[in-house]
C-alpha cells in the first residue's frame, strides 16, 4: 500500500515550469528521500502534497485522498516539518506543545514528555529566543508527539551546524523507532540523508530522474577504477558508465548499473591488459556523479 | 467549538499588549467624559476644549483599530505558503469562525464592557445603554469591515497599510469617477433614486467584502480574492451609473418621520378656547435685497386662550405656499417668539413657597420660511393661499425648589443629568455654570435632523431652568445663558452652560445704587423648576389669500 502516489503530476508559477509529470509512489513504512540539487522542485512537490499550492496538471493522492481534498481528518494524520514554516513565534515550546495538543485525538502525553527531554528543549523559553535548530526540534516535537502516519520534512537541515544536524538525526532516528511511520523527507544533504532513507527518488530540474531503495541504489552504482597507459577508448562507452576522468595512468567512471561479472567483462573488451578495482559508493558520491552528468546532458541540450 | 475557542485563546493570548493598549484607549476617552462631566472648574473655556479636543483624538485614535483587525488575521496568515496553521488539523471555516469569534470579543465585548461604567455613570436606562452598545459595535464594525477587506489578502502589516491606503483611496476615486461620467452624461439623478444607488452601491461593497474573507479563508487563492474586490468595486460603480429602479428610501423614510410626527402632534388635540391665527405677513429680501437670492418669508401670528400657569412652546413645522395654476411651493419653518416670550418662559406656578402669578393669555409668534428667489418674486407679484401646519407643546412647572448658590451634587431626570458646577460673583452679577448630561446616539440625531428638514416638529427637552429668586421667594431674574459648549463622549452629550443673573437690573438711577444690588444678590438664591410635558397638538393655519408685504431690515 502506498501513503502517497502521484500521477503526471505539474505544477507552474506562472510562465515557470517548477515541477514536470512526476509520477511517484511512497510505500507505507518507508522513508523516501526527495533529492534534488537547489530548484529541482523537492519544496514544490511537498507543497502540492500538502495542499499548500494547487496541481497545475496531474493529480496527487495522500493518505488515499485528493491532495487537493486534504482536510481536518488527513492533516491529523500528517506531520510537517519545513525550514520555511513560520513557527508562532512568541510562544514558548510548552505554549506550543499546548496549543497544539487538542488538535489531535492521537496525542501522546508520554511520548511528549519523552521528546521533550530527548531533544533537550527548554519548555519555558519562547521559541523566537531559541536556535534555529531548537526551532527545528520544537517543530518535531509538535509532529511527532501525535505520532503521524505521515512525516514530511522539507530540508530539515537547511542551515543547521554540524552538530545540531547530527542531534536532530539521532533525535529523527531515536523517535522512528517508537512509531510505525511512513517518512517524506527532502534535503540536498545526502549523508544525513542517507543515515534514514530505505527509499530515494531524485528530482532534477522539475523531472524525476529514478527513484528505488536506498539498497538498489548503493547496489548498482560502483566507481571503477583502471590502471592502465593512456591510450585512448577502445570504441565509445556504455551509456551507463557515467563521469569519464583519465589521465596520470589511471582511468575512472561510475557505473550506474553494476553488475560484477558484466561490468568486469566489459571493461576487460576495453581495456584488455589493465587492472580493474570497482569501490562502493555513498549516497553523495552518487548523487553528485548523477548531478553532473544531469547537468551536462542539460548543457549538450541546450547546445 | 471548543477548538475555535481554543483558536481564539492562542489569538487574544498573542494581541493581550496591543489588547490592552486598545482598551486603554477607549478608557482614555471615557475619561476625558469623565472630567467634562466632574470639573471643578468649568468657567474654564480652556480645559474644555482641551478636554473635548483630547475625547475627540482618543476617539479619533480607535480607528487604529484596523491595526488590530491585520494583526488577529495575521496571526494565521492566509496569504503564501509559510503559515503554521495550513498544514494543521485546522480548516479553513473553523479559523474564520474563531477569528470573527475574536473580532467580536476585540471590538465587541471590549469596547462595550470598557464603556459600560461610563453609560452607568450617566445613568442611562437599560433601552438607551443597549441602543449606544449597538451603535458602539456599529461604528466598530466599518472598522473591522475595512481593516477585514484588506488583511486577508495580504502577508505583513506593511502589505496592509498599502492596501489600506489602495483601498481608501479607491472609493472616492470611483465616486469621483461615477460623478463626471454622470456629468459627462447630463443624467438627472432624482434624490429617491440616488439614495437607491447609494444604499445598494454599500450594500455590494459589504457583501463582496465578506464574499472575499469568505473565499479566502475556505480557499486561500489570493489573487482570485483580489479579482473579487477588484470586481466588486467595479460592480458598485456600475450601479451608482445605471440602476435604473428606486427603492423609495427617502419617501418611506419621510412617510414614517411624518407618521411618528402625527402620533407625536397630534391634530385637534389643542386646549380648548386656544386659538391660532395669523396677523400678516413679510417678504424680506436677504443680502443687499438681490432678488436673485433666497428670501425669507415672516408670517406673524397670534395664540390666544393659552391656558393659565403653562408655557407655549412651538415646534419645527411645515408650510405650503399654492397659486391658482397648481404651483406649489413646500418647505419647513421655524418659530420665534415676540416680546412675551420671557414671561411665557417663566409660567410661575401656583405652587406653595412661591408667590402665584397669572400666565399671559396671548402671545404672538413669527414663522419662518425661507423661500427660493423665483416663488419669492412670484409671492410679491400675486397673492398665494398659505397653509401652516403648526406644532406645539404646552408644559407647565411640575415642581420648584430651592437649592444653594454653590457647586453641588449632579440632580438625575432619567437618563439626563445636571449640576451646578460652578459660582463665579462679579459685582452685581453672578455667572453659574451648569454641567448637563444626556443621551446623544446617532440615530436620534438622524431623526432630529429629518425633523427639521421636514419641519415635523422637535421634542421639547429642557426638564429644568433655574431662577434667582429673593429669601421671600419672588423671582428676581431667570437668567441669560452667555456660553455654551458640548462634546459628545461615547454616546454621552456633555454640555457646559454658563447663566449670568442679576439681583437687580442694570441701571444707574441713583436710587438704586450699585451696592443695592450687590446686596442683593448676596441674599438670593436659586430655585430650579422642573417642568412638566402635557401635551403636543397640530395646529393647521389657513390663509387664503396671503398678502405679503415688503419687509425692512434683515
Same mark, same amino acid.
Given at each position: 500500500m502506498n501513503i502517497i502516489e502521484t500521477s503526471h503530476l505539474s505544477h507552474s508559477y506562472w510562465r515557470t515550469e517548477a515541477l514536470s509529470d512526476l509520477t511517484l509512489a511512497v510505500p507505507a513504512g518507508s522513508v523516501m528521500a526527495l533529492l534534488g540539487s537547489n530548484g529541482a522542485g523537492k519544496t514544490t512537490t511537498i507543497k502540492v502534497l500538502m495542499n499548500l499550492l494547487r496541481p497545475t496538471s496531474g493529480s496527487a493522492q495522500v493518505l488515499g485522498v485528493d491532495s487537493r481534498r486534504i482536510g481536518e481528518r488527513e492533516l491529523a494524520q500528517i506531520g510537517y516539518v519545513s525550514e520555511n514554516q513560520k513557527l508562532p513565534e512568541w510562544m514558548t515550546v510548552r505554549q506550543l506543545l499546548d496549543y497544539c495538543?487538542?488538535?489531535?485525538?492521537?496525542? &501522546?502525553p508520554a511520548l511528549e514528555t519523552k521528546l521533550l527531554a530527548q531533544f533537550d528543549l527548554?519548555?519555558?523559553?519562547?521559541l523566537k529566543q531559541l536556535s534555529r535548530g531548537m526551532k527545528m526540534k520544537a517543530a518535531l516535537l509538535s509532529t511527532l508527539a501525535y505520532r503521524p502516519k505521515l512525516l514530511v520534512l522539507d530540508?530539515?537541515?537547511?542551515?543547521?551546524?554540524p552538530v545540531v544536524r547530527d542531534d536532530f538525526t539521532r533525535g529523527l532516528l531515536e523517535a522512528a523507532q517508537l512509531g510505525d511511520w511512513t517518512v517524506l523527507v527532502s534535503s540536498h544533504d545526502i549523508e544525513e540523508v542517507e543515515r534514514l532513507a530505505d527509499h530515494v527518488a531524485l528530482l532534477e530540474a522539475g523531472r524525476l530522474r529514478f527513484t528505488e531503495t536506498t539498497e538498489s541504489l548503493l547496489g548498482r552504482f560502483r566507481r571503477i577504477e583502471i590502471d592502465q597507459e &593512456?591510450?585512448?577508448?577502445?570504441g565509445g562507452l556504455p551509456a551507463t558508465w557515467l563521469g569519464w576522468e583519465s589521465g596520470a595512468g589511471r582511468a575512472s567512471f561510475v557505473?550506474?548499473?553494476?553488475?560484477r561479472e558484466a561490468t568486469e567483462r566489459a571493461c576487460r573488451e576495453r581495456f584488455p591488459e589493465a587492472a580493474v578495482q570497482a569501490r562502493p559508493m555513498t549516497l553523495r558520491e552518487i548523487f553528485i556523479t548523477l548531478a553532473r552528468s544531469g547537468r551536462k546532458t542539460t548543457h549538450g541540450a541546450a547546445a | 467549538m471548543n477548538l475555535v475557542w481554543h483558536i481564539v485563546k492562542k489569538d487574544l493570548r498573542a494581541l493581550r499588549w496591543p489588547l490592552v493598549v486598545w482598551a486603554a484607549l477607549i478608557a482614555a476617552k471615557l475619561m476625558m467624559g469623565l472630567l467634562l462631566l466632574t470639573s471643578t472648574s468649568p468657567n474654564d473655556q480652556h480645559l474644555f476644549q482641551t478636554l473635548d479636543a483630547l475625547a475627540k483624538l482618543l476617539a479619533a485614535f480607535e480607528c487604529l483599530g484596523v491595526v488590530l483587525v491585520a494583526a488577529l488575521v495575521q496571526e494565521d496568515l492566509l496569504v503564501g505558503t509559510t503559515a503554521f496553521w495550513t498544514t494543521r488539523p485546522i480548516s479553513g471555516g473553523r479559523l474564520l469562525a474563531a477569528k470573527l469569534l475574536g473580532l467580536g470579543v476585540i471590538f465587541g465585548v471590549i469596547p462595550v464592557l470598557v464603556t459600560v461604567p461610563w453609560w452607568l455613570a450617566c445613568q442611562l436606562d437599560l433601552g438607551t445603554m443597549c441602543m449606544a452598545a449597538l451603535e458602539t459595535l456599529a461604528l466598530q464594525l466599518l472598522v473591522v469591515i475595512l481593516g477585514l477587506a484588506c488583511a486577508v489578502v495580504t502577508d505583513g502589516l506593511g502589505r496592509f497599510f498599502l492596501w489600506l491606503l489602495a483601498f481608501l483611496a479607491a472609493i472616492p476615486l470611483a465616486g469621483a469617477t461615477v460623478a463626471v461620467i454622470l456629468q459627462r452624461m447630463n443624467a438627472v439623478v432624482p434624490a429617491d433614486l440616488g439614495t437607491t444607488r447609494v444604499v445598494l452601491g454599500v450594500g455590494v461593497l459589504m457583501l463582496t467584502i465578506a464574499g472575499v474573507v469568505g473565499h479566502q479563508y475556505l480557499t486561500r487563492r489570493t489573487w482570485r480574492s483580489i479579482g473579487m474586490i477588484v470586481g466588486g468595486i467595479a460592480v458598485v460603480m456600475l450601479i451608482e451609473l445605471l440602476w435604473p429602479w428606486s427603492w423609495h428610501i427617502d419617501s418611506q423614510w419621510n412617510s414614517f418621520l411624518a407618521r411618528r410626527t402625527q402620533e407625536a402632534w397630534p391634530a385637534g388635540a389643542a386646549p380648548a378656547g386656544l386659538t391660532f391665527t395669523a396677523d400678516r405677513a413679510e417678504l424680506r429680501r436677504t443680502v443687499g435685497g438681490r432678488p436673485d437670492r433666497p428670501a425669507q418669508l415672516r408670517v406673524n401670528c397670534h395664540a390666544e386662550g393659552i391656558p393659565p400657569d403653562q408655557m407655549f412652546v412651538p415646534a419645527a413645522s411645515n408650510y405650503s405656499l399654492r397659486w391658482a395654476d397648481g404651483v406649489t411651493d413646500e418647505g419647513w419653518t421655524w418659530f420665534q417668539i415676540g416680546g412675551e416670550f420671557p414671561e411665557l418662559l417663566l409660567p410661575l406656578p401656583r405652587k406653595p413657597g412661591l408667590p402665584s402669578k397669572e400666565s399671559p393669555k396671548s402671545c404672538s409668534i413669527r414663522a419662518n420660511h425661507v423661500i427660493s428667489a423665483k416663488i419669492a418674486t412670484r409671492l410679491a407679484r400675486e397673492s398665494a393661499a398659505y397653509t401652516l401646519q403648526a406644532r406645539f407643546s404646552l408644559v407647565e412647572a411640575g415642581t420648584m425648589e430651592r437649592v444653594p448658590v454653590a457647586p453641588g451634587k449632579r440632580v438625575l431626570y432619567g437618563s439626563m443629568g445636571e449640576r451646578i458646577a460652578g459660582v463665579e460673583k462679579e459685582g452685581e452679577s453672578m455667572l453659574v455654570t451648569f454641567v448637563r448630561h444626556r443621551p446623544a446616539l446617532i440615530s436620534d440625531y438622524l431623526a432630529e435632523m429629518g425633523n427639521y428638514v421636514l419641519g415635523s416638529g422637535a421634542n421639547w427637552s429642557s426638564p429644568t431652568h433655574y431662577l434667582l429668586v429673593n429669601p421671600e421667594g419672588k423671582v428676581l431674574d431667570r437668567g441669560v445663558g452667555v456660553e455654551s459648549h458640548s462634546s459628545r463622549v461615547a454616546s454621552v452629550e456633555v454640555r457646559w452652560e454658563t447663566t449670568t443673573y442679576r439681583?437687580?437690573?442694570?441701571?444707574?438711577?441713583a436710587k438704586k445704587p450699585r451696592w443695592e444690588a450687590i446686596k442683593a444678590l448676596e441674599e438670593a438664591e436659586l430655585s430650579r423648576v422642573t417642568y412638566r410635558s402635557l401635551g403636543s397638538f397640530a395646529y393647521e393655519l389657513k390663509v387664503d389669500p396671503l398678502v405679503v408685504v415688503p419687509g425692512e431690515g434683515r
Open positions: 495538543r487538542p488538535f489531535y485525538p492521537t496525542w &501522546d527548554p519548555p519555558e523559553r519562547k530540508e530539515p537541515f537547511s542551515g543547521l551546524d &593512456d591510450r585512448g577508448l577502445a557505473d550506474s548499473a553494476y553488475d | 439681583a437687580m437690573p442694570i441701571s444707574f438711577d
